[in-house]
């Protein structure tokens, strides 16, 4: 095997990318390239790295198969003696067992292979302490429990995984990750379910990466062994996997978990042969270990476009996202603009304060009928910028679950709070052009303020406001007012407008979708690829 250091960095390179995808958008894509970024961690983590750092490490074969198909009976049948519990019935959360020779046993003790799982060791003597041998079943999540057994050859491990259709997801996953952490596969079904679903799609899956793979039919009726294995054989064949050795192991009363449990030894040598043989020829040994890393590494020049492509994706469905929102409230800020040039302030209350001011109404209720009216305004226009963007986020496949999580009340808050304080500053503005009056006998800067605020919100309506807020303190202190005075209104108004935009945002840039990690894939995988080139 190559082993370069060149190599092994290059996948590390690629691995560290891999792991900084994310893919949190619902789109149609999604989960298949979730669980691809998922295969990708567990093969390159579990496997092809420490393979390629220790070539020398033993071989890792995954028994792997459907619930009831015999596994964990197969497994104690190869060791000779009971390491893994038989029978239908699971515990909740299933602790995988790996067995391998004593000598062997430091490769695994440590997190080479399976770093995420905790190792629980229980020495044999401790075993055979046990009431009924195994009777106290370790049972722990994320855990991998280690046992011996001098019955297997050095340089050969077994894992007994859990079941691939497992009810509990979390063993699925596992029983996912186990698979792609081993040399060879060894998949088990039964004469009753060689045909179903779940096992042929690891069966494509294994294909798909070349892996080194091996079948075991399981408790075949004799009467049918010869007419099921043709069957079997033919279906092995028309998936392109009629070179893959396929085993026949003929139902037997401990299939079933009479007597010991354990099958004869007659009935797994064939298999345990196949797999003493692959570990003790050096030939046969490179060939499994390779073909698996080749099938692996090959693998990634399918897969990580594929990834790329579903993070560009994320990132044009993000943009396109953040768009509709620009847009909509862009296009409620031009409304609203419009709306005031044409006097929109002075409307209801806030027209009848201004037509009987100042007869009727004191300038602190003109002020305070403007500054309630342009809230009111400002509310309409979040709420319409709100419902075009659900209504363009509802045609979006991404959109789904970003919701905006203010209330209308919470909103109302924040809006009266900026036009309050728009409101301050205008009277702090009026009181600081009052004092600047070299008159006798200066006007009342709460005078001042409503006229300002009613010359500046009231467009059209409100021509009136300036002359009078001119004959007030003069015309260039009322030009100076209106300059100033506009464009605090025209920055409080665009300051409530986009806090509110960026509020719709938040959950949709709290997920952080950018475009890096597709050109860091991308680059990644061509260092790799340069790697793998002939020297």
Not at 170 to 182: E, I, S, T, Y
Not at 427 to 456: F, G, I, K, N
Not at 476 to 490: E, N, P, V
Request: with cysteine; aromatic share 4%; net charge neutral.
């Amino acid at each position: 095997m190559d082993v370069r250091p060149q190599l092994i960095d290059a996948l590390s390179a690629l691995r560290d990318c891999v792991a900084a995808v994310r893919l949190p958008l619902p789109l149609p894509g999604a989960p298949r390239a979730r669980q691809t970024r998922a295969e990708l961690l567990a093969q390159l983590d579990d496997y092809l790295l420490p393979r390629l750092r220790d070539p020398e490490a033993p071989l890792l074969a995954v028994i792997g198969g459907s619930t009831g198909a015999g596994k964990s009976t197969l497994v104690n049948s190869l060791v000779g003696r009971r390491v893994s519990e038989a029978g239908v019935l699971r515990p909740t959360t299933r602790t995988p067992v790996l067995v391998c020779h004593p000598e062997d046993h430091h490769w695994f003790a440590g997190v080479r292979v399976l770093p995420h799982l905790t190792r629980v060791w229980l020495p044999q003597q401790e075993e055979e302490r046990s009431p009924g041998g195994r009777g106290a079943q370790v049972v722990e999540e994320n855990a991998l429990r280690i046992d011996t057994a001098a019955t297997l050859p050095r340089g050969l491990a077994l894992i007994d995984a859990p079941d691939i259709d497992s009810l509990v997801v979390v063993n699925r996953l596992l029983a996912a990750q186990l698979m792609c952490a081993a040399d060879v596969w060894v998949m088990v079904t039964t004469a009753s379910r060689y045909a179903d679903a779940v096992p042929w799609r690891l069966l494509r899956t294994a294909k798909e990466y070349d892996v080194s793979l091996v079948t075991v039919l399981d408790r075949v009726p004799h009467q049918m062994i010869d007419e099921v294995s043709r069957r079997y054989g033919s279906l092995m064949t028309r998936a392109g996997l009629g070179h893959v050795p396929r085993f026949t192991i003929p139902e037997l009363p401990e299939s079933a978990g009479r007597g010991s449990g354990l099958l004869p030894a007659t009935a797994v040598a064939p298999l345990l042969a196949w797999l003493t043989h692959r570990v003790q020829d050096p030939a046969a040994r490179q060939q499994a270990v390779v073909r698996t890393a080749a099938g692996v590494i090959d693998s990634l020049n399918v897969r990580m476009p594929e990834l790329a492509g579903a993070v560009a994706a994320q990132y044009s469905a993000s943009v396109r996202l953040t768009a509709a929102v620009e847009e909509c409230y862009a296009a409620e800020a031009e409304r609203l603009r419009r709306q005031l040039q044409r006097g929109g302030v002075l409307a209801g209350d806030a027209r009848a304060r201004w037509r009987g001011y100042p007869r009727d109404s004191s300038a602190r209720e003109l002020l305070d009928s403007l500054v309630e009216s342009l809230g009111a305004l400002l509310q309409c226009a979040v709420a319409a910028a709100d419902e075009r963007v659900d209504e363009t986020w509802r045609r979006e496949p991404a959109a789904g679950g970003l919701k905006m999580s203010a209330s209308d009340r919470e909103v109302t808050e924040r809006v009266g709070m900026a036009v309050r304080r728009l409101r301050r500053v205008l009277e702090e503005m009026a009181e600081e052009e009052v004092r600047q009056l070299e008159r006798s006998t200066a006007p009342d800067a709460e005078a001042v303020a409503a006229l300002l605020a009613a010359a500046l919100l009231g467009g059209r309506r409100a021509r009136a406001a300036g002359e009078r807020l001119a004959e007030q303190i003069g015309a260039q202190g009322a030009l100076r007012l209106r300059d100033r005075g506009g464009k605090l209104m025209t920055t409080y108004i665009d300051r409530v407008l986009n806090a509110e935009r960026d509020r719709r945002l938040a959950p949709l840039d709290a997920l952080d979708v950018n475009p890096a990690p597709q050109a860091e894939l991308i680059a990644a995988l061509s260092v790799l690829q340069r790697e793998m080139r002939p020297r």
